[in-house]
């Protein structure tokens, strides 16, 4: 099943993700110089970031870090 889920980075930036149900993946928060993680209880298929009151698609393989 896909999924969509958003936050609020302790940075300020709104993010917001697109994923499978199944894995875990951990997101660093795509806005430089910030290097804060979240856990996302799945495979991450797409990664966005707010700009003003749009949403811009962002690259996940820089983002993405291997579950421990």
Known sequence: MWCVTSWVCKCGAHVKVMYETDGITIIICPKPPCALTY??????????????DVWRPVNIAAFVLPAA
Do not use: K
């Open 39 to 52: 856990p996302v209880s799945g495979t991450v298929t797409n990664l966005w970031l707010q700009d003003s």
